[in-house]
C-alpha cells in the first residue's frame, strides 16, 4: 500500500476523532491509538503508518518509531488470522505458562512470533498480560482464557486451526487480528455478544474485598492536576 493509499480522507477523519479525544495540548497521547488505527488498515506498522501519526500528532518520524518498537503489540511482520499470545511471566511461567507454551510451539512448529504455515495461527510468548490472579493465562487476539495447562491450550489452538473459535473465559469471541486494530483504536465492537458480561471473577475481586474488610483505600486522584514540563518538574 503506498501512502497516498493509506492517507484517505476516512483515515484522516478517524485520527482527528482519536485526537479530538485527549485535551488540548496533550494530542500526542493519541499516539498509542493511532498506531492501532493505521495497523488495523495495514496488517502491521509499516513507514507509512509512522509517516501518516507523525503528520497527525506533528511529531517527528523518529518519535513515532521509537514507541512504535517498544510496544509488543505493534507488529512489524503481517501475522496469521488469530495471534495466541502464551503468557511465560514469572507467575504464569511457574504455574505451567512455560510447558503451555512449548507444548504449543511443538504442535504449531513454530517459535515466537512466528505464523503457522497455513496462516492460521501467530503465536508469541507475552509479558505479563495483567491476570496473574487466573494464572496461567493465554490470550487469542487478547480476549482472555483461564487457567491454561497444557492440555486446553493445544486443544484451543487445535479447534482455531480447525476454522472454529473457542469461547473464551473472559470478554468476548476473538475478533482476528485483523479486527482487532479498530477496538484497540477506541471503536466499539458492533458485533453480537461483544460485551461480554463474564469479565470479573472471584479472584479479581478478592483484593478488593479484602481492603474493604480491613477498611482500606487509596486516596482520590484528581484526573486535571496538571502534569508539569520537563523543565517545571526540575
Ligand atoms: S504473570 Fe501471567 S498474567 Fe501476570
Do not use: W
Not at 19 to 25: D, I, Q, S, T, W
Not at 132 to 150: G, R, S
Amino acid at each position: 500500500m503506498s501512502y497516498e493509499e493509506l492517507d484517505t480522507e476516512e483515515l484522516r477523519t478517524r485520527a482527528a476523532e482519536i485526537r479530538a479525544r485527549f485535551p488540548e495540548g496533550r494530542e500526542r497521547s493519541a499516539l498509542l491509538p493511532l498506531l492501532h488505527l493505521v495497523q488495523s488498515v495495514e496488517g502491521k506498522v509499516t513507514p507509512n503508518g509512522v509517516r501518516f501519526c507523525a503528520e497527525q500528532l506533528g511529531i517527528t518520524r523518529a518519535q513515532v518509531g521509537a514507541v512504535a518498537t517498544f510496544y509488543t503489540m505493534y507488529k512489524r511482520r503481517t501475522g496469521g488470522k488469530h495471534l495466541v499470545s502464551v503468557c511465560t511471566n514469572t507467575l504464569c511461567g511457574m504455574m505451567g505458562g512455560d510447558k503451555t507454551y512449548k507444548a504449543l510451539s511443538e504442535h504449531l512448529g513454530v517459535g515466537h512470533e512466528e505464523t503457522t504455515e497455513d496462516g492460521s495461527i501467530t503465536l508469541e510468548h507475552a509479558e505479563c498480560l495483567a491476570a496473574c490472579d487466573y494464572a496461567p493465562v493465554l490470550t487469542v487476539d487478547y480476549e482472555f482464557y483461564n487457567n491454561v495447562d497444557e492440555e486446553k491450550g493445544l486443544e484451543i489452538v487445535k479447534r482455531l486451526q480447525a476454522g472454529e473459535i473457542p469461547m473464551p473465559d473472559r470478554g468476548a469471541t476473538p475478533a482476528g487480528l485483523a479486527g482487532i486494530g479498530e477496538q484497540l483504536a477506541g471503536y466499539g465492537d458492533g458485533r453480537p455478544g461483544a460485551v461480554a458480561e463474564n469479565a470479573t471473577g472471584e479472584p479479581t475481586l478478592r483484593g478488593a474485598r479484602l481492603a474493604a474488610d480491613h477498611g482500606i483505600s487509596v486516596p482520590g486522584f484528581d484526573p486535571n492536576t496538571p502534569i508539569p514540563s520537563k523543565q517545571e518538574g526540575k
